[in-house]
């Protein structure tokens, strides 16, 4: 397939599903999300309610490439990944890594709103306890001052691997990793959410790479990218938006066909929901495995969104699908 498919072809089998989660995250506890079917298989479209129609329009490129292509051809069969850790109570921590067997790296979240530096010290050495190696994700939440002052204190009891997004600007990061040289810097929404991924890049302000499969457009848009940030040196890190099974799958399939993966991916959100739309793949020895997924009809029924939020995401799609159709009919020749 090259061409787009119509709107009547990708609602055809959609479904809307509303996942509760075991803990908040990113500020919620429900994850909703659309589930269409093609040719290929199924794609997942769940760009996040604050997101602008033409933000969210590349999710549906990601939806229907999953759907109606399928994934690229890949060069490993397993892929690494971290455990993810939310900004829960430093007690809380070793429930969650049980959710994450063999797992070797841990991502903690930080700069959590309504918590302090000291919450975060706490939730970054209890992983510590259990796991050596470990990543922060402030998610642009932090001033370079506040950075700075952070990361001092989260390295005083061990190294990070890197911090991810410490600082929302472009120069914020800039003045980040030459203030704190010790620490790594990755960057995530500075990649996905900006005009001119490379900018983050070019201008010094990241050591490594965060990247999503469905806000860049596809499997494949994301290996292009991956392929123009080697030529600049910097590393990637495949990563989970929050995704269902479905856009799990995608995400894994992605990173199983980089030519190098230096770094365990954050694909492994799947413990965060209670339930999920297709039986949960736990990690084993710290991987997950590279396979298709189909939604299960009976979870997919219990999940089911209410008709209200269904309309919802139906109009959402249709107005994400003439972007699409404007932008470029001929998205994946």
């Given at each position: 397939?090259?061409?787009?498919?119509?709107?009547?072809?990708?609602?055809?089998?959609?479904?809307?599903?509303?996942?509760?989660?075991?803990?908040?995250?990113?500020?919620?506890?429900?994850?909703?999300?659309?589930?269409?079917?093609?040719?290929?298989?199924?794609?997942?479209?769940?760009?996040?309610?604050e997101?602008?129609?033409?933000?969210?329009?590349?999710?549906?490129?990601?939806?229907?490439?999953?759907?109606?292509?399928?994934?690229?051809?890949?060069?490993?069969?397993?892929?690494?990944?971290?455990?993810?850790?939310?900004?829960v109570?430093?007690?809380?921590?070793?429930?969650?890594?049980?959710?994450?067997?063999?797992?070797?790296?841990?991502?903690?979240?930080?700069?959590?709103r309504?918590?302090?530096?000291a919450?975060?010290?706490?939730?970054?050495?209890?992983?510590?306890?259990?796991?050596?190696?470990?990543?922060?994700?402030?998610?642009?939440?932090?001033?370079?001052?506040?950075?700075?002052?952070?990361?001092?204190?989260?390295?005083?009891?061990?190294?990070?691997?890197?911090?991810?997004?410490?600082?929302?600007?472009?120069?914020?990061?800039?003045?980040?990793?030459?203030?704190?040289?010790?620490?790594?810097?990755?960057?995530?929404?500075?990649?996905?959410?900006?005009?001119?991924?490379?900018?983050?890049?070019?201008?010094?302000?990241?050591?490594?790479?965060?990247?999503?499969?469905?806000?860049?457009?596809?499997?494949?848009?994301l290996?292009?990218l991956?392929?123009?940030?080697?030529?600049?040196?910097?590393?990637?890190?495949?990563s989970?938006?929050?995704d269902?099974?479905?856009?799990?799958a995608?995400?894994?399939?992605a990173?199983?066909?980089?030519?190098?993966?230096?770094?365990?991916?954050?694909?492994?959100?799947?413990?965060?929901?209670?339930?999920?739309?297709a039986e949960?793949?736990?990690?084993?020895?710290?991987?997950?495995?590279?396979?298709?997924?189909?939604?299960d009809?009976?979870?997919?029924?219990?999940l089911?969104?209410?008709?209200?939020?269904?309309?919802?995401?139906?109009?959402?799609?249709?107005?994400?699908?003439?972007l699409?159709?404007?932008?470029?009919?001929?998205?994946?020749?």
């Amino acid at each position: 397939m090259s061409s787009l498919p119509t709107l009547d072809e990708v609602l055809a089998d959609a479904v809307v599903v509303s996942l509760p989660m075991r803990v908040r995250f990113r500020g919620i506890t429900t994850r909703e999300a659309m589930l269409v079917r093609g040719p290929a298989g199924w794609g997942e479209f769940a760009p996040f309610p604050e997101y602008a129609d033409d933000e969210a329009s590349h999710w549906l490129q990601s939806a229907i490439e999953a759907a109606w292509i399928g994934p690229p051809p890949t060069l490993r069969d397993r892929v690494a990944v971290n455990a993810t850790v939310p900004a829960v109570d430093a007690a809380q921590v070793p429930a969650l890594l049980g959710r994450y067997p063999g797992a070797r790296t841990a991502k903690v979240k930080v700069a959590e709103r309504g918590q302090n530096l000291a919450d975060d010290v706490a939730r970054v050495n209890a992983v510590r306890a259990h796991i050596p190696c470990v990543r922060v994700d402030a998610n642009g939440g932090w001033t370079v001052d506040e950075a700075v002052t952070a990361l001092h204190a989260l390295t005083a009891d061990g190294p990070l691997e890197y911090a991810e997004q410490p600082c929302a600007s472009v120069p914020e990061l800039v003045e980040v990793r030459r203030r704190v040289p010790a620490v790594r810097v990755a960057a995530d929404e500075s990649i996905r959410r900006a005009d001119d991924p490379l900018k983050v890049v070019r201008a010094g302000g990241a050591d490594i790479a965060v990247v999503k499969v469905a806000p860049l457009g596809g499997m494949r848009r994301l290996l292009a990218l991956a392929d123009e940030l080697s030529e600049y040196g910097v590393p990637v890190v495949v990563s989970s938006a929050l995704d269902t099974a479905v856009g799990i799958a995608a995400g894994v399939a992605a990173a199983a066909a980089l030519p190098d993966l230096h770094f365990a991916c954050g694909l492994g959100t799947g413990g965060l929901f209670e339930s999920d739309v297709a039986e949960p793949r736990e990690p084993v020895d710290g991987a997950l495995g590279v396979a298709s997924v189909t939604p299960d009809p009976a979870r997919v029924a219990d999940l089911a969104a209410t008709p209200e939020r269904a309309r919802w995401w139906i109009e959402r799609v249709r107005r994400c699908h003439g972007l699409l159709e404007q932008r470029d009919p001929q998205l994946f020749v």
